[in-house]
């Protein structure tokens, strides 16, 4: 396996329902990112892991929980969540220092809150 | 914080023309510029980037201009075949020692006509 992976591809929840996004990058890369991609918006950065450390958290709601246990692995616990969470969530990953900082993205889950 | 604007929307040609996609940027921090191709189902993928310490950048029928007075930067396709139907999108960050953090513009719908 190479590249960005992400499971499960596609998600249907409850708002009551407690799930979990998975990623895993098998390039060396040293930060993580989590995105949102609606429909007719653009890509929003929700989270970002630079060497394991959380360094931004652009104002996402707390039923978002992010979970980088190391420089490989991210998580996306999800909980409570609403209707208008319904999105494409891409994860990506990239070199920071001495890496061009070019994204990596992941094929994404795409997730439907009923 | 950066804003990116992406103009047009949608876009349709005729297989064989070119394509232009503009972008607008509101840092003059910023530095880095990629493009991004998202095909239908599949993740977004890099075709081309820029720093601002040039103007331009070509690579076989993609190229980009940047012209950081104005803060805008395009991306031009020639010679366009039905392939390069897609979603693009325009991203701008400005320098960091840590990741990458791209503001993406709202993406334009190309259809190449056969």
């Known amino acids: 396996e190479t590249g960005v992976t992400q499971t499960p591809r596609h998600l249907v929840m409850g708002m009551t329902n407690k799930k979990s996004l998975k990623c895993e990058q098998h390039?060396?890369?040293?930060?993580m990112y989590w995105y949102k991609q609606s429909a007719k918006k653009p890509l929003e950065l929700m989270f970002v892991?630079?060497?394991?450390?959380?360094?931004e958290n652009n104002s996402v709601p707390s039923r978002f929980s992010p979970e980088c246990p190391n420089s490989s692995h991210l998580f996306l616990h999800l909980h409570t969540l609403q209707p208008e969470d319904s999105a494409l969530y891409l994860c990506?990953?990239?070199?920071?220092?001495?890496?061009?900082?070019?994204?990596?993205f992941g094929e994404g889950s795409r997730l439907t809150v009923l | 914080g950066e804003n990116v604007e992406q103009h047009p929307s949608t876009l349709s040609v005729q297989e064989g023309d070119s394509a232009v996609i503009k972008c607008t940027y509101s840092?003059?921090?910023?530095?880095?510029f990629p493009w991004y191709k998202q095909e239908l189902g599949k993740r977004p993928q890099l075709i081309i980037d820029i720093r601002s310490n040039v103007g331009e950048k070509k690579d076989q029928r993609i190229a980009v201009t940047l012209n950081k007075t104005a803060k805008h930067f395009s991306l031009h396709i020639t010679e366009t075949q039905p392939e390069d139907s897609a979603v693009y999108f325009c991203?701008?960050?400005?320098?960091?020692?840590?990741?990458?953090?791209?503001?993406f513009g709202s993406g334009t719908q190309l259809t190449v006509l056969p």
């Open positions: 990506a990953s990239s070199q920071v220092q001495g890496g061009a900082g070019e994204l990596f």
């Open positions: 991203a701008a960050s400005a320098p960091s020692g840590s990741a990458r953090q791209l503001t």
């Open positions: 892991y630079n060497f394991k450390e959380q360094t």
């Open positions: 840092d003059s921090a910023s530095n880095y």
């Open positions: 390039l060396g890369h040293n930060a």
